[in-house]
Every structure is written in structure tokens, then in C-alpha cells.
């Protein structure tokens, strides 16, 4: 019975991880310079939902693994009021995981997190996001009043430290 059990979980993660994605090339991108952002809602790690702040002025997206790993390590080792404080919000994509990774491994492990994580949770919703983008790269959002004034990507901490402390 066991071994019933195990294979039929491991045929049923194979076929979540082998499911054909979504067609997303006909999705309107997102993150585009004059774009608005205002409004945007989004969960956080803890499922509070969080609406962009009018006072918001950057917002870093980590929209692969390794990307994500470079901001929470260094998110890590600042205080936790250390994004609010930059007035800077941080979204990662999460969408890609299998559901039942993301479920038993990724949001447990992002809840020992002291920043707010927002997520993109759905490659629906995320892929509006990533269309158009080095999505290996953490992508930087400059916006003024609501609207993107300038995107650039970065691939390391210091990069990363010095875009959220500009002024």
C-alpha cells in the first residue's frame, strides 16, 4: 500500500512540475517606463494583502531563485524597517514553484523572514511582470508619483544596497 501511495504522489508531482505553462506572450507588460504602479495589491509572505504606498519610491523584484536569494540574504542582515524606511518595496516570483513545493518549502521558509516579502503567486499574475525582462536579474523600479520612471537590473548586494539607498 506504500508503495501504491508513494507512486502515485510522485506521478502527481511530475505531472504539476512537466504541466505545460500558460501562453503568456500575449500578456500587456507591466513594467514599463510611464506605466503606473498605483494600486498594485499584493500578499505578503504571512497572506496580509499590501496595496503600494503613495510613498513608495522604489520597488525591487527578484523574479528567479537565485535573484531572490541574493535580496533576502541581504535584506537579512539590515533592520527590519530597513525597506519601509527606504521607502522601497520588495516583490518576489514565486509563481514558477510547484504548488506543493511552494506550500511545503518556500512560504514556510519565507515566514522566518523579519522584511516583508510581497508575491507574485500565480504565473498569471506574474507574467505581465516579467514580460520584456532579464527575469535572472534583480530588476529595480524607479517610480515618481505613482508612475515607473526608470527600470535597471543588478546582480549583486552592493548594486542592490546602493539603489535602495540613493536619495
Do not use: W
Amino acid at each position: 500500500m506504500i508503495k501504491i501511495i508513494t507512486a502515485i504522489t510522485l506521478a502527481l508531482l511530475f505531472v504539476a512540475c512537466g504541466a505545460k505553462e500558460q501562453n503568456t506572450q500575449d500578456v500587456e507588460a507591466k513594467l514599463v517606463v510611464g506605466t503606473s504602479l498605483s494600486g498594485l495589491t499584493l500578499q505578503d509572505q504571512f497572506e496580509a494583502e499590501h496595496t503600494l504606498k503613495t510613498t513608495t519610491t522604489k520597488v525591487v523584484f527578484a523574479l528567479a531563485k537565485e535573484s531572490a536569494h541574493i535580496c533576502n540574504d541581504f535584506f537579512e542582515t539590515q533592520k527590519p524597517s530597513y525597506l519601509a524606511q527606504n521607502n522601497t518595496e520588495f516583490i518576489a516570483d514565486v509563481s514558477a514553484a510547484p504548488s506543493i513545493i511552494k506550500s511545503l518549502f518556500i512560504l514556510p521558509g519565507l515566514k522566518d523572514f523579519k522584511h516583508i516579502v510581497l508575491l507574485l503567486n500565480e504565473k498569471k499574475a506574474a507574467a505581465p511582470f516579467r514580460k520584456g525582462l532579464d527575469t535572472e536579474k534583480i530588476i529595480l523600479v524607479t517610480i515618481h508619483d505613482g508612475v515607473i520612471a526608470k527600470i535597471t537590473t543588478v546582480s549583486t548586494d552592493k548594486e542592490l544596497q546602493a539603489f535602495i539607498e540613493a536619495k
